[in-house]
Every structure is written in C-alpha cells, then in structure tokens.
C-alpha cells in the first residue's frame, strides 16, 4: 500500500472558497487501477495560513505512479492555477509506503 499527501497552507479568508473547490470537483479517482480512498483533512489554524492535506491511499506505489500519468490526473490539475491564490505557495507532497496496518 501506498499513501500520497499534499499539504496546503490555506489563507484563512480564502478557506471557504478552497474547501468549495475540493469538495465540489469532478473527481476522477475511482476510475484509476489501485485506486483505495480519498479523504481531504482540515488542520489547526496558525496566524497567516489554515493547513489542509489531501490523503489519498493506493494499492501500490506503482498505482499511484500510473495516476500521476493518466488522463484523469490531466483532468483533474486542469484549472490548477487559473483561480485567484488561496494559498500560501504551492503544496508540499509526501509520499509513504505502507509498512504496517492494524485495523479495529
């Protein structure tokens, strides 16, 4: 299993318009081979930015990989860009191979 986060330090006043975004996408996930889950995460707020992540979780990094080069990646990063900011510099990618899971 693999898992691909972004962080994003979110300008608090552009909050509502970034979680509208996210939540109002044609998301394309589902169609792509190792595909697990989506989850979009809200964190603390500092001063100048709210901090959100987008976690996604794969079958494989090799999963992961062929997303990052498929139409529905295409799609999806389309209008990447084209919005007025609301955020503070680009997203910040983590990438985790799974070593361990321990379900309920």
Not at 7 to 33: G, M, N, Y
Not at 53 to 59: D, E, L, V
Not at 62 to 77: K, L, N, P, V
């Amino acid at each position: 299993m693999f898992i691909a986060t972004n962080r994003f330090r979110v300008i608090p006043s552009e909050a509502e318009a970034f979680e509208q975004k996210w939540l109002t996408r044609d998301s394309r996930l589902k169609e792509v081979p190792g595909f697990v889950a989506f989850h979009l995460l809200k964190g603390p707020q500092a001063e100048d930015h709210i901090l959100y992540s987008s976690f996604t979780i794969w079958a494989s990094k090799e999963a992961f990989e062929g997303w990052t080069r498929s139409a529905q990646f295409r799609h999806a990063h389309a209008s990447a860009g084209d919005a007025k900011p609301t955020t503070l510099g680009h997203p910040q990618f983590e990438g985790f191979e799974v070593l361990q899971t321990i379900t309920a």
